[in-house]
């Protein structure tokens, strides 16, 4: 690992264990840099804000983890690991979700979901004949229908069981993807 690498995981550690505590709008970059040890200029030559620092960590820390479930066989495990990524990651979550910094989760979760959806639909579609625009309107819808249950599952405290909502949300999406993309086929 390089020790750029090492040095924006530090500073990645350190802002995640002030948001234990703090909200992200209250730390700042010397809260940051005085919890792990590095100067401001090291924290500048890395990340432009603690903003950008917030989205760094939802792409690298999350996005890689999910990108083998891109089947229609294991999108629900996809999904299943960004649910156990946000309870592994509490703190850190609830506390973007609360702050201006929320459209970094906001980003996280549709990247994440959409590659995801879109892996699914590429795959159910591949021998039909579906333009690429109207298999992207279904994966955008799909993923703004699954990131907002994300969203409210975290803001009524993240109570139900992730293994509940993945049932239910497979009960519910079984064989929509393949008609949805029906639909669509031949629309040229």
Known sequence: MSSSLITKKAIANSLKELMKR?????????????????????FYYHFQD??????????????????QYRSYDTWTE????????????????????NSLGREH?????YSVTNDLIMGVVNEVSSNMN?????????????TLAFTGLVI??????MKEKPEFIIKELNELVEGNFIKALQRYENKL
């Open 22 to 42: 703090t909200p992200l709008n209250k730390i700042s970059v010397k809260d940051v840099v005085d919890n792990c040890g590095v100067n401001r200029q090291t």
């Open 50 to 67: 603690i903003f950008e620092l917030v989205g760094w960590i939802y792409k690298t820390e999350a996005v890689e983890s999910i990108a």
């Open 78 to 97: 996809g999904f299943y690991k960004i649910f156990l990524y946000i309870e592994d990651n509490k703190d850190l979550c609830i506390n973007t979700l």
């Open 105 to 109: 989760l906001d980003n996280y979760l």
């Open 130 to 142: 579906v333009k690429e625009e109207d298999k992207k309107f279904i994966a955008n819808f799909y």
């Open 152 to 157: 409210q599952w975290m803001k009524n405290g």
